[in-house]
């Protein structure tokens, strides 16, 4: 078997593929997209980082390909639904890079506490001057992490051994996960109350986009160091920059921005400001871990053995797939759509099938809805391989249900989570086989296609509500493409569905939840 090697990936993790004796390596030097479609017919599998691009004309030539390694976490210059379709597996090294960016935030908390990159540049300007960078001890100080998955757990650890307090925010973790690590789980404003340090470790979606605005750094502590190693735009910097100048914030680190390349941040102004271009996973250790673990994963799937970061689908016999594939994209966004609207906690996703998935090999179906779930609410990479386990960890109990007692429709797919706070159950199903629908929220019929942005609302059924809704958002130029409402009886509770071509912003949010009558208002993106 032959393994094509690109984009200078590390040599020395190459060494599980090197000991293979059936096993041939190649490593060319740059090649042309046409280069690529030229050669690729002779390789079993191929290893990546982000500068080639596996697209479908590259897999349609890929006569012989497995298997796909991507060398670090990201695989957005690999098409998924192209290898999918063709068979192929794409694995990944999504842990490689946790302790370099765990130990960059680290190292910025102390570069904060400490002055330390402001007293090197005094000192190599020709200054000795010790009295302008009086500093803080992180003993004995209160650290908050926002978001506890991998790197934030790594963080903490750390936090803890220098003495700090540490205290945490993330909604998908239950309290006794959090207090196997020693930490508090608090809600986000009293994180932002107590904290002395806040680091954030977070994907960037929809509901942690400028998650530390103005609001927020108004209702922290006087005096605040913040840090983002995580993601650009989880951070307003606009407000960063007036809270920095109001002293609110003694001080800042970011490896991130929310636009990259940035050299000319209006933040660069403060001394107390500390910046690096996007250095987390640059270490020597990371980059050779990504190519150890991703070499690692070729070799296995190439053997035939099980895989651990499978970015698509596992392979699946030829009968199984016919029957579960039409459904794995419904029920993937199934899951996000449950996770943008039930609140607290969850501590239970329950996935019941009727019909004819009853009496189908449905577990691929499941672990799409859970894919999709924490797909919206974890920073790490989630995968068909790893999602069981990333929610068992989490304290999420995961139930699959195959009912058989019939329903309306030839085959229905019923999610429902249970956090601390409500239950809420979404019920899906495929027309023919490429016509997806929500059919159901919370046993109130809709028929809306699972695409775009979506808007819920719940609310009394009674006149005077659709109208002012509909006109609030056309005054912000939205297009509403689609809506649904479904009601129990005249008058009683209601939903309402709106598909709208853009995201509804947050003040517009604010005021259609003023309207009489409305109950809650939730943007949703699928």
Known sequence: ???????????????????????????????????????????????????????????????????????????????????????????????????AAAELTMAMMQSLARNIPQANATLRSGKWDKKSFMGVELRGKVLGVIGLGRIGSAVAKRAQGMEMRVVAYDPYITEENAAILGVKLLSLEEIFKQSDFITVHLPLTRESKYLLDEKAFETMKQGVRIINCARGGIIKESALYEAMKSGKVAGAALDVFEKEPNTDSPLFEFNNFIATPHLGASTQEAQLLVAVDVAE????????????????????????????????????????????????????????????????????????????????????????????????????????????????????????????????????????????????????????FPEGHMLYIPHIDKPRIIGPVGNLIGAHNINISAMQVGRLKIGGKAVMLLSVDAPVPAETLAEIAKIDGVLGVKNVSL
Do not use: C, W
């Open 1 to 99: 078997m032959k393994v094509l090697v690109l984009d200078g990936v590390e040599e020395e993790g190459l060494q599980a593929l090197r000991r293979e004796p059936d096993i041939e390596v190649d490593i060319p030097n740059k090649l042309t997209e046409d280069q690529l479609v030229g050669i690729i017919g002779e390789y079993d599998g191929m290893i990546v980082r982000s500068a080639t691009k596996v697209n479908a004309r590259v897999l349609e030539h890929a006569t012989k390909l497995k298997v796909v390694g991507r060398a670090g976490v990201g695989v957005d210059n690999i098409d998924l639904a192209a290898a999918t379709a063709k068979g192929v597996l794409v694995v990944n090294a999504p842990g490689g890079n946790t302790i």
């Open 297 to 448: 994963e070729i070799v296995a799937a190439l053997k035939g053995e099980p895989v651990k970061n499978t970015v698509n689908i596992p392979s699946l016999s030829p009968k199984t797939m016919a029957v579960v594939s039409p459904y794995l994209s419904l029920a993937e966004k199934m899951g996000k759509f449950v996770a943008q609207l039930v609140a607290g906690r969850i501590k239970k996703i329950e996935i019941t099938y009727d019909g004819d998935l009853a009496n189908q090999e449905v577990s691929p179906i499941t672990t799409a809805v859970i894919k999709g779930f924490l797909d919206t609410i974890l920073q790490e990479m989630v995968n068909y391989v790893n999602a069981p386990l990333l929610a068992r960890d989490r304290g999420i109990s995961v139930v699959q249900k195959q009912a058989g007692e019939g329903s309306d429709y030839a085959n229905l797919i019923t999610v429902k989570a249970a956090s601390d706070k409500e239950e809420l159950s979404v019920s899906g199903t495929i027309f023919g086989r490429t016509d997806p629908r929500i059919v159901s929220i919370d046993g109130y019929h809709v028929d809306a």
